[in-house]
């Protein structure tokens, strides 16, 4: 077993190993950005042995953010995008910006692919304040379409009251919604906290449920049924316990986090039991991916399924580059098997985005 810590850019390469999710020993040739199934001439052998992956995803974060509420920051988007490749992260779903991200169409060989949502959608005092595009409930649906051109749509559909938690949007509103962004050939993702949206949402056949703390079990029948997928970001509500469950927030609201936050794992199995896809997404800040993974691992899907949720599973649901004969070569490859020890998936031992080999930086 050999592995070569060049970083220089190599156009023709070679790798052999365990390939995941099957785990079968394979070849893989590298030649001009894209995976090849089948020999190319004059390739550099850099593995031989050990574990390749498709390169990680993250299917929910926020990027360019310097500043909750503040403005589209092009020099920490810049940053946000080198960290993601320095971990491994080939592609994200970027789920709402202060403004629509300035991106070209294909991603340069180094760098993360990105699939955008245009700035969300929400109620007009009902989000947090500075973001969000702010449409009453009769101008969803055109708001909506026009934010996703780019192939997706993000509706906050449930945000906080004076004293608790609840839906923004009309059930009607939700379904107009859902088919015109359909109509155009988008997907449309929606951010729900409560059981009265989530069940909306999920009856109207969206796409996406983001967060659905407090999601009823029967709204991810409605997903199955529609085709749907899960991503609880459940790292990210571990991370704001203390300061919900703080005792100068109203009652109702430590309730409803602390109720939520102790059924979240539940809904994860409940979806994997229905054969609802669970994705890894982080939310804000960047940079906590293997730390969502580990979080579904101990909500109970198995380290097989953990890691795929930020890798197969993502990419065969997002429709993303997987080790495909003529994908975009985006892969990730360690000596020893990281479902074994998750920390691993921190830093890959050796990283390609877009053709580009790099020895991935911890
Ligand atoms: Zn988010």
Redesign the pocket.
């Known amino acids: 077993m050999t592995a070569h810590s060049d970083t220089a850019t190599s156009p023709r390469l070679h790798l052999s190993g365990r390939v995941l999710p099957e785990g079968a020993v394979r070849d893989l040739w590298i030649a001009d950005g894209k995976i090849s199934w089948k020999p190319v001439d004059d390739a550099t052998t850099i593995v031989s042995g050990g574990w390749i992956l498709p390169a990680l995803v993250d299917s929910?974060v926020?990027l360019g953010i310097t500043e909750i509420g503040g403005p589209l920051d092009m020099g920490a988007l810049r940053e946000d995008m080198r960290r993601l490749s320095r971990a491994g992260i080939s592609a994200a779903r970027v789920?709402?910006s202060p403004q629509r991200l300035p991106l070209s169409e294909q991603p340069l060989p180094g760098e993360p692919q990105l699939l955008t949502a245009g700035v969300p959608v929400a109620a007009i005092d009902r989000f947090i304040p500075g973001w969000g595009r702010r449409v009453p409930d009769h101008l969803l649906a055109q708001a909506c379409t026009d934010e996703a051109q780019s192939g997706w749509g993000k509706i906050i559909a449930d945000w906080f009251t004076p004293t608790g938690y609840g839906p923004c949007f009309s059930a009607e509103a939700i379904e107009a919604a859902v088919s015109a962004v359909h109509a155009i050939g988008a997907r449309i993702a929606v951010?729900t906290q409560s059981s009265e949206a989530g069940a909306r949402a999920a009856a109207a056949g969206v796409d996406s449920i983001?967060h659905g703390m407090h999601l009823p079990l029967s709204a991810l029948d409605d997903l199955a049924a529609h085709g749907g997928f899960l991503v609880p970001t459940g790292f990210v509500f571990e991370q704001l316990k203390e300061s919900m469950l703080d005792d100068s927030q109203p009652a109702e609201l430590r309730d409803w986090f602390a109720t939520g936050l102790e059924d979240h794992p539940s809904l994860v199995t409940g979806a994997r039991d229905r054969g609802v896809p669970v994705l890894a997404g982080t939310?804000l800040p960047v940079g906590a991916l293997v730390d969502e993974v580990s979080w579904l691992h101990r909500a109970g899907l198995s380290a097989h399924d953990s890691v795929g949720a930020a890798s197969w599973t993502s990419r065969r649901v997002l429709d993303l580059p997987r080790l495909r004969h003529g994908d975009r070569a985006d892969l990730i490859w360690f000596a020893h098997d990281p479902r074994d020890d998750l920390e691993m998936l921190r830093s890959p031992e050796l990283a390609v985005i877009g053709g580009e080999l790099s020895a991935a930086a911890p």
């Open positions: 929910h926020h789920l709402g951010h983001e939310d």
